[in-house]
């Protein structure tokens, strides 16, 4: 099943201000995706998150969603805070 989510990210955490295909609302910015998906120009696309550094051992790869495929792009707008940024996602869990 896919994952949708539209994130807002602070210097603690991520939290979903819009998803599809994941329960959670929010998690701990040390295993956010969307992170490295805002430190990059442009949208990140990760073909295989276990072959990928930056998240082999992350929770969310290993964890029960199982995600395999990740792309994600910073949204911004002018008057947008440092202290909060938001991101787009789209992830895929792996074939059972």
């Known amino acids: 099943m896919p994952i949708a989510l539209v ?4 210097s603690r955490r991520q939290w979903f201000k819009a998803c599809y295909g994941v329960d ?3 998690t701990d ?23 990928d550094e930056r998240f082999v051992g992350n929770p969310l790869v290993t ?11 910073p949204c911004s707008h ?10 787009f996602s789209i992830q895929c869990r792996a074939s059972s």
Not at 7 to 10: A, F
Not at 31 to 49: F, K, R, Y
Not at 63 to 73: Q, V
């Open 78 to 87: 002018q008057t947008a805070s440092r202290s909060a940024r938001s991101a």
């Open 24 to 26: 959670m609302r929010e």
């Open 29 to 51: 910015r040390s295993v956010s995706m969307c992170t490295h998906a805002l430190d990059h120009d442009g949208v990140l696309v990760v073909p295989d998150t276990m072959q």
């Open 63 to 73: 964890g029960p969603l199982h995600i395999r495929f990740y792309a994600g792009a």
């Open 7 to 10: 994130s807002l990210v602070d």
